[in-house]
């Protein structure tokens, strides 16, 4: 389940430590994009079927990726992905791997949409940033300025809400909120009941100055997009992001529904046994790894808890158009787009080369975000230097061990393009530690939605 957080962010302070790394993409040869689909075996819960592959030339790159995606996908009974990646150099592919319905043959599609989590905060800062460029807010303003009631509103800026360094509490931590999850899934939050949760904790320290992750900062950024924009937070993401890069199968929905076509989304362990840690106890990781545990079925869970914070759909094709487009500019003006990739700041000091700025993560050489949320995660990453474009989707949040299942299967590709990474092993698998606050240098998820 883990509706309780929107979990993302893998944000390499742990996920990928690379040393010195380099893309293995050489210096231009051919251009062209060879665009295959490859259909595999994999997890405990997986449709069964050798791979195969459409027809054309495949990129060099196919059968590494397919083999490592295969692999990390048995030894963690993760049932479905979808795996885009595309190399200027090399060409572009999307595999596809598993099923849809956990046991059953139902091939996973390529055009499947996907909750999409925490993905979805670099939305909402776009739209803020977008609105700063217009002249309709400031950075530097006080958040007290839109929305009354926010305990110490008058210090915490537009910009501490963005980076997340605002010092206010998640809501998503709160036990009672869980317990609700758990009790009522299908219920309706209003933002105004967030913020409720929210401020009835202490806040976790002053604002502008300790990065920690807090799906509250998003939902005061819907409301601020709301009272500037006139509009739904929903309409603003289709007139500002969705339709100017067409995306047509990408939206902030209003409801609980999942559009089709669409995979089942499942995960291990209930909002109130994953406050303090996403991983399965001990004893019950052997159960989930060889089929005697089963996760749950999330895909109609109400995902209004999430809203700005992580309500988005999308499919891989159109997080490609979407995160490239975020990262090499075409959504801001050049001056604006400069200011979102200089706000980049490290969250672990010891590692300077990733970091956290204005709703976009640094993963060293990759520039994006991930999200988790129930059923579902997913991974965007792209390497303005080399043009390497990551983006993984699959339909169960956390493997056994608690680590993100997007990310199990990134840090099984990453080595493949860039061979000088270092990347460590298991993550600690805390959300009180990585979930709702900073990533922990040996955790491999952060947290969000």
């Known amino acids: 389940m883990n509706r309780n957080r929107l979990i993302a962010v893998a944000l390499a302070v742990g996920l990928i430590g690379m040393a010195g790394c380099t893309s293995s993409n050489s210096s231009a040869s051919s251009t062209t994009l060879a665009s295959t689909t490859a259909s595999g075996a994999t997890g405990s819960g997986a449709a069964s079927g050798p791979a195969s592959a459409s027809a054309g030339a495949e990129p060099a790159y196919v059968a590494k990726v397919s083999a490592s995606v295969e692999q990390t996908m048995t030894d963690n009974v993760i049932p479905g992905a979808v795996v885009l990646i595309s190399s200027k150099d090399e060409g572009e592919w999307t595999g596809t791997f598993g099923t849809r319905t ?16 925490s993905n979805t905060k670099t939305m909402t800062s776009t739209v803020i940033l ?38 206010l509490y998640s809501y998503s931590f709160d036990p009672t909120f869980n317990n609700t999850l758990d009790q009522q899934p299908q219920k309706v ?5 967030l913020l409720d949760i929210a401020f009835g904790h202490p806040q976790n320290g002053p604002p502008g100055q300790e990065f920690n992750y807090s799906n509250t900062n998003i939902i005061l950024l819907g409301l601020v997009i ?9 309409q603003a993401f289709e007139e500002r992001i969705f339709t100017p890069l067409d995306l047509k199968d990408t939206s902030l929905p209003l409801n609980s529904d999942v559009p089709n076509p669409h995979p089942q989304g499942y995960s291990f362990g209930s909002n109130t046994s994953t406050i303090d840690t996403f991983a399965l106890p001990a004893a019950d990781q052997p159960l989930a790894l060889d089929g005697r545990l089963l996760p749950n079925n999330e895909t109609m869970a109400n995902p209004s808890w999430a809203w700005t914070a992580g309500g988005a759909i999308s499919t891989v094709q159109e997080m490609k158009t979407y995160v490239e487009a975020m990262v090499d500019g075409g959504l801001l003006d050049a001056a604006t787009q400069k200011i979102r990739m200089d706000s980049i700041q490290p969250i672990n000091p010891a590692q300077p080369e990733s970091g956290y700025g204005l709703g976009i993560v640094k993963f060293d ?9 129930p059923g579902y995660m997913t991974f965007m990453g792209h390497d303005p230097e080399s043009g390497l474009t990551i983006v993984i989707a699959t339909n169960l949040a956390t493997i056994p061990n608690g680590e993100g299942s997007a990310l199990a299967i990134l840090k099984g590709i990453l080595p493949i393009f860039y061979p000088n990474m270092v990347v460590p092993g298991d993550p ?3 959300p009180g530690a990585t979930g709702s606050g900073a990533p922990t240098s040996a955790a491999a998820t952060s947290t969000g939605g």
Request: hydrophobic fraction near 35%; avoid cysteine; charge should be negative.
């Open 130 to 167: 977008q609105l700063v460029q217009e002249g309709k807010l400031a950075l530097n303003d006080p958040i007290s300025k839109y929305i009354p009631g926010v305990p110490g509103g008058d210090g915490i800026t537009i910009a501490n809400l963005s980076e997340m360094r605002s010092g």
């Open 428 to 430: 600690a698998a805390a």
């Open 365 to 373: 050489k990759l520039y994006g975000h991930d999200g988790q949320i």
């Open 189 to 193: 939050w209003t933002p105004q009941e």
């Open 102 to 117: 956990w046991g059953m043959d139902d091939p996973i599609q390529a055009t499947d949409q996907f909750r999409i989590g």
């Open 226 to 234: 709301e009272k500037l924009t006139g509009m739904t937070a929903s």
